[in-house]
């Protein structure tokens, strides 16, 4: 399983809270109340970010151990994207359809389940086996 980490650096300001941020991955912030809460945050940001670089096609940034002088702590965080990307793709989405009322009403009266069968014609329209 392939696993990613970077450093990360968590500060505190006069505001309440701490902010994390990513040197080597611009633009992968995120914060929390506590420290705990920071670290997750942290672990969740960097997950959807690489994915989100991953789907779009882009690569991932080489990871350098140059951490700056901002007097924040500095932790390595470590992901999982192919847990990420699967939990991702295989999250279930609401759809719209238009049918007529007639064939909606006699649906109902079977019972039917729109979405299993919606899935079912579409999986055997593209030809994917199940």
């Known amino acids: 399983m392939r696993k990613v980490t970077y450093l ?3 500060e505190t300001d006069e505001n309440p ?3 994390v941020y990513f040197p080597d991955v611009p633009g992968c912030v995120s914060c ?9 945050m942290a672990k969740e940001a960097l997950s959807l970010h690489i994915y989100g670089m991953e789907k779009d096609g882009e690569p991932l940034p080489p990871r350098t151990d140059i951490i700056p002088d901002s ?3 500095v932790v390595p ?3 999982f994207p ?6 991702m793709n295989n999250r279930r989405e609401k759809t719209t359809v238009t049918i007529p009322r007639w ?3 006699a649906a109902e009266t079977e019972g039917l389940n729109y979405s299993r069968l919606l899935e079912s ?5 593209l030809e994917i086996a199940s």
Not at 121 to 125: G, N, Q, S
């Open 8 to 10: 990360a650096v968590f």
């Open 17 to 19: 809270g701490i902010s």
């Open 32 to 40: 929390g109340e506590t420290f705990d809460q920071a670290l997750c």
């Open 71 to 73: 007097g924040g702590m």
């Open 77 to 79: 965080i470590s992901v």
């Open 82 to 87: 192919d847990i990420v990307r699967d939990g």
């Open 103 to 105: 064939l909606k009403d």
């Open 121 to 125: 014609a579409i999986k055997e329209t």
